[in-house]
C-alpha cells in the first residue's frame, strides 16, 4: 500500500508502515482480483467514536472498473457509526461530499530545506517520556492513540522534541525520514514561539536535506511558521469529516501528524 502511495507522490516515510499497523492491526484493506491486489484502503479506528481514512489507492492499470467503489464501501462498513475524517485531494471533494462528507479545512503541504541550529530548551523523547508526551498529544488528536504513538515517537533516522515548562509539555514534534527528504509530523504546541523551537531543532536535526511540513489553513502562526523558514506551499488537501466533526483545538496544530491517518 505504501509503495502505491510512493507512485502516488505522497511521499510516505520509509518506516510508516510498521507505526500504521500498530494503530489498528485490522483497518488496512486490500482489494483482489484473482490473486493480484487491485486496490487498497485504510480505515484506522482509534476509539468507539472516531475512525480516519486513508490509503484510498486503485491501481492505474485497473481503475474506471468499479475497485475503488468496491473498497469504499468496505471501509465505511469498518467504521460502523464512528465519525470519520479524511484528508482528500481536492479534486475529489465532490466525490466525498457525495458520501456526506463536508468539508472542514485545507492542509498546506510546505516545502523548505532542513538545517540551521536548534533552539534551546528542547528536551528527547527519552528525556520527557512517553506517557507525557501521549497525554500532550491526547489534547490535539480526536482520540486516543497510544498504539500508534509506541510506534511513532521513536523513528529510525528521526527525532522527537519536546517544550516542557513548569513540569509540563507545552509542546512537541516529530521528524521521520521519507521516500524523498523528512517530514515534521505532527507539531503541536501551545505557542508559536513553543512550535518555533521545536521545528528548529526537528530541521536542524536532518541537515540540509528536503523537509515537508503540513499545515492547517486556518492557522496563521503555522503557515508563517514555514514562510519564516524561507518553505513554500506545493500541496494541499481538503479535511473532511463525515458525521460529528471533533472540536479541534486547531490553534495549536502547526503540522498534521500524517494525511493517511490523520
Not at 485545507?106 to 528527547?124: S, V
Not at 506517557?131 to 515517537?153: C, T
Request: proline share 7%; with cysteine; aromatic share 10%.
Amino acid at each position: 500500500m505504501l509503495s502505491w502511495a510512493a507512485a502516488e507522490g505522497w511521499n510516505p516515510g520509509l518506516d510508516d508502515a510498521a507505526a500504521f499497523h500498530r494503530a489498528d492491526p485490522d483497518g488496512f484493506l486490500l482489494g483482489w482480483l484473482d490473486d493480484e491486489p487491485v486496490a487498497s484502503i485504510s480505515l484506522v479506528r482509534y476509539d468507539e467514536r472516531f475512525a480516519f481514512l486513508g490509503l484510498y489507492i486503485v491501481r492505474p492499470d485497473q481503475r474506471g472498473r468499479g475497485h475503488g467503489m468496491a473498497m469504499w464501501r468496505a471501509a465505511l462498513a469498518l467504521a460502523g457509526d464512528r465519525t470519520i475524517g479524511l484528508d482528500g485531494v481536492a479534486d475529489r471533494q465532490a466525490d466525498y461530499a457525495r458520501s456526506g462528507f463536508r468539508l472542514m479545512r485545507r492542509n498546506i503541504r510546505y516545502a523548505g530545506r532542513g538545517g540551521g541550529n536548534p533552539a534551546d530548551g528542547a528536551m528527547t523523547v527519552d528525556d520527557v517520556g512517553h506517557e507525557a508526551l501521549a497525554a500532550y498529544d491526547r489534547g490535539a488528536f480526536p482520540a486516543p492513540r497510544h498504539a500508534f504513538l509506541d510506534g511513532w515517537l521513536r523513528p529510525a533516522g528521526g527525532a522527537t522534541l519536546a517544550v516542557v515548562r513548569a513540569g509540563a509539555v507545552r509542546g512537541y514534534g516529530v521528524v521521520r525520514p521519507c521516500r524523498e527528504g523528512a517530514k515534521v509530523g505532527p507539531l503541536f504546541a501551545d505557542t508559536p514561539a513553543d512550535a518555533a523551537r521545536i521545528l528548529d531543532g526537528l530541521a536542524a536535526h536532518v541537515g540540509d536535506a528536503p523537509l515537508f511540513l503540513d499545515v492547517p489553513a486556518p492557522n496563521a502562526a503555522a503557515i508563517r511558521l514555514a514562510e519564516r523558514r524561507g518553505m513554500v506551499p506545493v500541496f494541499e488537501t481538503a479535511r473532511m469529516y463525515l458525521g460529528d466533526p471533533p472540536d479541534e483545538p486547531v490553534e495549536r496544530i502547526f503540522g498534521v501528524t500524517t494525511f493517511e491517518l490523520g
